[in-house]
Structure formats: structure tokens, C-alpha cells
């Protein structure tokens, strides 16, 4: 399947199935994202607070009005600042963690000194712990990282009971490379941060950039004989990315597939989809792969391969869970807790359609729908075709494919934890149930469906109205995008349930690459000052709009076949400090 990018994207759970045939031919790549439960900030972070001390340090103004890098406000106000020193570099350009990170602290001594302060008390997390379980397995044999923590060998020392079971290669002092590989090792870490990450590579030495070459092509002599998945990673070093893109010209490369993890509903970097559409073009089984964190990716493979020993994983799952449920608060002297914006999913359809017949894969499926016409929700899975809608409608669509079973399927609450193909069916039914019962229009995204109101004018929005003054309008200069006030949903899995999150968003109408610079810039303005009363204001709005009065929510509202019935919570979640 294609992504807005035009490249191919593949989901989570057909990533994980494909994974747990191939495991023992993977190589994986680690990016400062895959440290981020660990408490190591990931490049993205370091980014923003560079541009803080830079701020700080020529303005000479306050650390407290700029303290929150999470506040759109505040980074705004930084970007411009960059802006407009005009030697500084542009958002999401290759070079602007280096730059950035070299125009805060020049010295490669301060730098490491900055570096050794984020890596210090981390610790590993799942991810970490299952990675190793699976290098124990025989199931990883290679470990590529950008990143300097020492948290891949510190899971493998705990799973492996041993501190010499990992082989570690770093690029300063490491003589012997190809012999190392040679011998096989494994399993094996190696370390590719010599070029933005320790110290520029135009400031190294002949000795250091050799072995940065010869790294280089070791790593891409490896990508002829393996497959590889990247998470965690932006794909901002050119050295890096220079070398993949070289090995996916190969012919034969990435024989068990190219897996780059990306996290949200952004575009990953044009250097990333350009190396996907590489690989693609030499017919390499090469996708973008949209998921939630690195966590819940490293569940979901343990969860489908057989055989692990996952006795020291299971432990460490079982020490680390920090969340448990508590009772609401009450009075107006309750515990301190900090609200959240997901409403729970009180009643979640119980089973579906299924259809067997021979029809491919999703957007054969989905094609399928639209010639003939029909009003169903569908989607594809190992097990067949599940759909809601009536039963005539249903067949109506899956007849010319020949049906030979046409019978029920139950919605297991186990395969809701993860992005599976029922969970993403139950996000399009419950958009559609919110978009048919309470009058909104739906724009259904991969991970994130928009809502917002059909008629601006009816007086059921006078409330929103009064709390944001303007529900839509036309973005000045653009008289082609058409903005309204609306929100994002999606479906996560937390406490053992299904929660809808929500998040007030503008909507655009008209939108194109010409203008997405126009509409980012708009959405920030009109958000910027949106601080915490005025999010909790708009959060209640909508939690009590989408509860619906506790009635049900109904996708299609059919009197005939099998419906996707939904009843949600009008009281969001909510977290509190634990107390040891």
C-alpha cells in the first residue's frame, strides 16, 4: 500500500508477521529514538534545547519564559530566533542537529560533557530487554546504532548473565573490523556515531575517517547478505544514509526486506523516502512502517515469535509496570493529577463479518467496496475479510471473488493492544459512528482520523464557537484551503482497554504540497496561545460532546446484518505521581 509519501507503507501488524519469518536474516538499526523510554532524549529534543541555550545566551532573557519546549508558543519563538540569525539551519534539514549542536558548544569537550550528562542513570527499557532476548535466541546477530549509550550491551549483560556475550565495535580505537566479522561474533553492536555524533568528521583525523569508511562498507557489504529494520533513527547523517542508499542499489540487496519504523503521521525525511523508493525500484521488499513507539513494536514481535525464552523479559516487564488503576478524585481537595485527553471506550463491538474468498490484499479489498457501491466497513487480515454492514451488502461486494465462507469473527480484546487489522477496523467505525451521530464530517487518515462540524453555522457548535470565536475560514493568500476547528481521534491501548484519544486540531480543506508550508504556519499562529486552561476547556467540550450523553454510537445504523455499536465514557483519563 502507498502512503501520502507515494512510497510503500506496510502496517504494524503485517510488518510483525512478516518479521517473526525472517527474524533470524534481520539486522537492526537504532536510532536515539529507540532510547527515549530509557530516558535518554532523542535527537529531535537535543534539537530544541540547542536552540533554547542559544536563545538564552544571546537575548539574555529568562530561563523561565522559554522552560517549556513543549509549548507551541515557545517554540515559536525560538524558531524564529534561529530564523533569524542567518547562519543557523533550517528545520528538519540534514545538518541541523550538528550545526546546532557545534554553534552551542564548539568544543568537542563540552559536547561529550553534555552527552555523557543525558546518557547518565538511564537505564534499558523493554525494548532493550527484548532485543537481547531475541539476540539470545540467535534470532539478531547484528546491532547497527547511531546512538553512544550503552544500553543494548547493558539488557544483553542482564539476559545473557554475562558481560562478554555482546561484541561491541565502535568507530575510535577499534582495529580489526573485517576480521571480527569474519569470525561471527555473534552477537554483535556496532556503534556509528564518529560522524555527527562525537565530533564532526571534517575535524577527525586520516586515521578516524578510514575507519569511518571501512565501516561504512562493512555496514554495506552486510545489507547484500541481510535485511534490516531502522527505528528510532531520522536519517540525517548523510554518511549513513549515503551508505544504505549504495547497498539498496545492489542487486540482491536487503534479501529479507528494508523496514524503516516511523512514529506519527508525519512524512518521514525525503532522504528516508527516497531510499525506500530506491530499494522498491530494485525490488527490495521495502516500506515505511507507522507505529507507536518502540516499546510496543518489540511486544508485538515477542508476541508472534514462537520458541523464546523470555524468562528474564517477563521479569523485568513485571518489575518495571508503574501504572495501576485508582479511583477517581473527588472534592475539591483531591490528590494533584494531571488530565488526560482519551475518553474510554465503555462498550467495543463484540465480533464481526468474516468473508472468504479469493481477493488479495487491503486495497484489493477496499476497491472491491467501490465498484460495487456499497455502504461497508471492511478490512483484510490472515483470517479473511471482516466487515460490518448488511448482510446483502456484504455479499453484494465479495460474490464476484467467490465466497466460499461467510460466518462470524470474534473482536478479541488481546489483539487490541497492538495497531492489528480488527483494532484499525474499530478506529474507522468508531469515526463514522461520531461523524453519523453527532453531524461531523470525517477525513480518515492512516493513524489519525479528523473530525469536524458539518454545518459551522448550526447552533449545536455555539458553544465551541464561544470558546475559540471562529469555527472556519480561508487562509489569507490561499484562497484555495479552507480551514476548520475540528479534532484528531485515534484508538490506543492502556490499563487494559481501549481508550479514544483526542486532540483539538485544525482542519484544512484545499491543502497541497504548494501550500502545506501556508497551512503549518497558520495552524501554529491560531494554536500558539491555546495554554492549559484554554486545552482543558476545549477537552471537556469534546469529551462531553463525543460521550453522546452515554447512548450508544452506531457506524452505520442498519437494520439488517452486523452493526459496530460503541458506547464512550464522558470522564477523560487521568494520571497520577505513584508513591513508592
Given at each position: ?350 465480533h464481526c463479518r468474516r468473508v ?106 455555539s458553544d465551541l464557537k464561544s ?114
Open positions: 500500500m502507498a502512503g501520502e509519501s507515494g512510497i510503500a507503507e506496510v502496517d504494524a501488524d503485517d510488518f510483525a508477521r512478516r518479521y517473526s519469518m525472517r527474524a533470524a536474516n534481520i539486522m537492526w538499526l537504532l536510532g536515539a529514538g529507540a532510547s527515549a523510554a530509557a530516558g535518554v532524549p532523542t535527537a529531535g529534543e537535543m534539537i530544541w534545547e540547542f536552540k533554547q541555550q542559544l536563545f538564552l545566551s544571546q537575548r539574555k532573557v529568562s530561563a523561565k519564559s522559554v522552560a517549556d519546549l513543549s509549548n507551541p508558543y515557545v517554540r515559536a519563538q525560538l524558531q524564529s530566533f534561529v530564523d533569524s540569525a542567518g547562519n543557523l539551519p533550517a528545520p528538519d534539514t540534514p545538518t541541523e542537529y550538528a550545526d546546532l549542536f557545534e554553534a552551542v558548544w564548539p568544543n568537542e569537550g563540552d559536547r561529550r560533557t553534555y552527552l555523557d550528562g543525558k546518557l547518565k542513570g538511564a537505564k534499558p527499557s523493554y525494548g532493550h530487554i527484548a532485543l537481547a532476548t531475541l539476540m539470545k535466541a540467535g534470532l539478531c546477530k547484528i546491532v547497527w546504532t547511531t546512538n553512544f549509550d550503552a544500553l543494548v550491551a547493558d539488557a544483553c549483560a542482564k539476559v545473557f548473565d554475562s558481560t562478554s556475550a555482546l561484541t561491541s565495535i565502535h568507530l575510535e580505537g577499534q582495529s580489526g573490523i573485517d576480521e571480527i566479522f569474519r569470525s561471527e561474533r555473534w552477537p554483535m553492536e556496532v556503534k556509528l556515531h564518529g560522524d555527527f555524533r562525537s565530533r564532526r568528521l571534517k575535524n577527525t583525523g586520516d586515521e578516524l575517517r578510514q575507519q569511518d569508511a571501512k565501516l561504512g562498507r562493512v555496514l554495506q557489504d552486510t545489507c547484500l547478505r541481510s535485511g534490516l529494520v531502522v527505528v528510532g533513527y531520522s536519517g540525517r547523517d548523510d554518511s549513513v544514509m549515503d551508505t544504505l542508499v549504495a547497498a539498496a542499489k545492489q542487486k540482491g540487496a536487503f534479501p529479507s526486506g528494508l523496514f524503516w519504523l516511523h512514529r506519527g503521521d508525519s512524512q518521514p525525511l525525503p532522504r528516508v523516502t527516497d531510499l525506500i523508493a530506491t530499494a522498491a525500484a530494485n525490488g527490495i521488499d521495502a516500506a515505511v512502517v507507522r507505529i507507536d513507539n518502540f516499546e510496543e513494536v518489540m511486544r508485538d514481535l515477542i508476541r508472534l515469535t514462537t520458541g523464546l525464552d523470555t524468562t528474564i523479559l517477563d521479569a523485568f516487564a513485571s518489575e518495571r509496570k508503574r501504572v495501576s488503576a485508582v479511583p477517581i478524585p473527588s472534592g475539591t481537595r483531591g490528590y494533584p493529577v494531571v488530565r488526560l485527553n482519551a475518553l474510554p471506550l465503555q462498550t467495543i463491538p463484540t472468504q474468498c479469493k481477493i488479495n490484499g487491503h486495497a484489493e479489498v477496499r476497491a472491491a467496496v467501490e465498484a460495487a457501491g456499497t455502504n461497508i466497513l471492511v478490512t483484510r487480515v490472515k483470517a479473511g475479510v471482516l466487515a460490518y454492514g448488511s448482510d446483502a451488502d456484504v455479499r453484494k461486494t465479495f460474490e464476484p471473488f467467490g465466497i466460499s465462507e461467510f460466518d462470524l469473527h470474534p473482536i478479541e480484546s488481546h489483539r487490541m493492544r497492538f495497531d492489528s487489522g480488527e483494532r484499525g477496523l474499530l478506529r474507522e467505525a468508531v469515526s463514522r459512528a461520531l461523524a453519523r451521530t453527532l453531524k461531523l464530517r470525517l477525513v480518515h487518515r492512516r493513524h489519525t482520523d479528523l473530525l469536524f462540524p458539518a454545518d459551522v453555522n448550526d447552533a449545536l457548535w470558546l475559540v470565536k471562529q469555527l472556519s475560514g480561508v487562509v489569507s493568500g490561499h484562497p484555495e484551503l479552507r480551514w476548520f476547528e475540528g479534532i484528531g481521534v485515534r484508538l490506543d491501548w492502556a490499563g487494559d482497554r481501549l481508550w479514544l484519544t483526542v486532540e483539538p486540531r485544525t482542519v484544512f480543506e484545499g491543502a497541497t504540497q504548494e501550500n502545506k508550508a501556508a497551512a503549518t504556519d497558520f495552524a501554529r499562529e491560531r494554536t500558539v496561545r491555546r495554554y492549559n486552561k484554554q486545552l482543558n476547556d476545549l477537552i471537556a467540550y469534546w469529551a462531553g460532546v463525543l460521550s453522546n450523553g452515554g447512548e450508544e454510537l452506531r457506524a452505520l445504523n442498519i437494520g439488517a446484518g452486523i452493526d459496530a455499536v460503541f458506547k464512550l465514557g464522558g470522564d477523560t483519563a487521568f494520571s497520577r505521581r505513584i508513591r513508592s
